[in-house]
């Protein structure tokens, strides 16, 4: 955030996530993260996060917890703009190496529909991002 700016009122602030495997979620989530920009912002003994500006993502294992799955109540996605079609292309290429699976493969990069360019990804643990082009 710009020194003596305030955040705009309901932007968001920060997100939070439970993962089963820390080190697993740092190999997919962390690695799409760092590719978007984001950078390492706090690191602790059970967690990770990353920012973007005045937002942050956190990934957290919890031993309390039962196995997320973006098909079970709470989060389905988390969606992120991408600089262009070309970067969202080579996003979707790579993210296999890193324990994503392009989900729609049928329907990509159109699953959204005609006049969206985006790409669908899951990783190992159920949770799924969108990356999403411009329209141009």
Do not use: C, K
């Not at 089963?20 to 690695?31: K, M």
């Not at 003994?45 to 956190?58: H, I, K, M, N, Q």
């Not at 529909?113 to 799924?128: C, K, M, R, S, V």
Request: proline share 7%; net charge negative; hydrophobic share 40%.
């Amino acid at each position: 955030m710009t020194p003596g700016r305030e955040p705009t009122p309901g932007a968001l602030h920060h997100v939070e996530l439970w993962v089963p495997d820390l080190a697993r979620a740092e190999a997919s989530i962390g690695w799409l993260l760092r590719e978007l920009g984001w950078t390492e912002y706090q690191r602790w003994s059970a967690g990770v996060s990353w920012r973007l500006g005045p937002t942050y993502l956190v990934v957290e294992h919890s031993p309390a917890m039962d196995a997320h799955h973006r098909l079970h109540t709470g989060l389905n996605h988390l969606a992120f703009h991408v600089g262009g079609r070309r970067r969202l292309d080579e996003l979707a290429a790579r993210a296999p190496d890193h324990g994503w699976s392009l989900m729609f493969a049928d329907r990509h990069p159109h699953a959204g529909g005609a006049d969206h360019y985006a790409a669908y990804l899951e990783n190992t643990d159920g949770f799924e991002v969108e990356l999403v082009a411009p329209d141009r």
